[in-house]
């Protein structure tokens, strides 16, 4: 079967192989006893990554601008995923992925471009990912391989979608990350260098957010954030590695043109920035691509530590 379940202690962690390796379910027991999703629950079936509670970003994350990319003097043009004529999330969330290991608390799946037809990449590449349940949270380590001869560029990024409410009712959620910039964006893709403005400062302070309307990418200089759902009595510790230098919030909107929120939203670790193939190419400083030469790996690690209160 493609999903599978991972437990340990008030934790249940279930992996879709055939979704990118996603997860498609992280709930946390209830003091009743009740499996609560604090990820976004997938539905029984007939979904996609964008249904997953969190699905995994290579050989970029976010968007590419026209669906190409200018590297080392050649022009790679890539097929449009999305409405907007971009590139968008990498190749590996709706591919199937092998599964190498398992045991009742982690898993090691694979994924080869070599092994796919039509990958959206020119670059021969291979994906590992490591899941870990212990009685404090999860971990996962994301390996991007470059497989070929040539150098690649290469980023690679978690897309969790965090519930508003867990068990209580009077959960208000709230947001602490540590941001250092907001890029001015048009489209979602950079238009300027990122800068300090009133919404990082929010985001630093901390607190409840449902009026930030939100698709944005930020700096950071180390991530660790925190979400708490403070009538539910938990709280979740988000900490990457030191090279995920960006981080994409997501808080939509219910319906376009209403105040209400979705029952979600997101923040996404990466390496890089949105456009970033394209900002390297043209320059840009701090962009978080990372040059792969054949042989190389860009690793990143994610840690979701659960407190109960």
């Known amino acids: 079967m493609p999903r599978f379940t991972l437990a340990c202690g008030r934790l249940l962690l279930e992996i879709d192989s055939d979704v990118g390796a996603g997860i498609s379910d992280f709930s946390v027991l209830s003091p009743s006893g009740d499996p609560t999703p604090l990820l976004r629950r ?36 890539l097929n449009v995923s999305h409405t907007d004529g971009t590139a968008m999330h990498g190749d590996v969330r709706e591919r199937a992925w092998q599964i190498r290991h398992r045991t009742p608390m982690s898993a090691t799946l694979e994924f080869n471009s070599h092994a796919h037809v039509n990958v959206n990449f020119p670059f021969p590449f291979r994906c590992t990912v490591r899941y870990e349940v212990a009685p404090g949270g999860v971990e996962a ?9 040539e ?78 759902w403070p009538s539910s009595g938990v709280r979740a510790r988000m900490i990457a590695s030191d090279w995920a230098g ?18 979600w939203f997101c923040v ?30 860009l690793s990143l690690h994610w840690d979701l530590r659960i407190a109960f209160e």
């Not at 969190?54 to 022009?75: I, K, S």
């Not at 941001?179 to 901390?206: F, H, I, K």
Request: net charge negative; proline share 7%; aromatic share 8%.
């Open 141 to 149: 380590d994301l390996n991007l391989t470059n497989t070929g001869e």
């Open 268 to 297: 996404e670790p990466t390496t890089m920035v949105n456009d970033g193939f394209n900002l390297a190419a043209a320059g840009w400083q701090g962009t978080g691509v990372r040059t792969c030469r054949p042989g190389e790996t």
């Open 151 to 228: 150098d690649m560029p290469a980023g690679c990024g978690f897309h969790p979608y965090f519930m508003r409410r867990l068990w209580s009712d009077e959960d208000v959620v709230e947001l602490r990350v540590p941001v250092s910039g907001r890029y001015p964006c048009e489209g979602c893709l950079p238009t300027m260098q990122a800068r300090r403005e009133q919404v990082c400062d929010r985001l630093n302070a901390g607190g409840a957010f449902g009026d930030l309307d939100l698709d944005d990418v930020f700096t950071v200089d180390r991530l660790e954030a925190e979400v708490s």
């Open 42 to 77: 997938a539905p029984e079936r007939g979904f996609g990554s964008e249904q997953m509670g969190c699905f995994l970003m290579a050989p970029w994350t976010n968007r590419l601008r026209h669906a190409r990319f200018d590297w080392q003097g050649r022009t790679h043009q």
């Open 246 to 263: 960006h981080v994409v919030i997501y808080t939509p909107r219910a319906a376009p043109g209403t105040s209400a929120p979705r029952s």
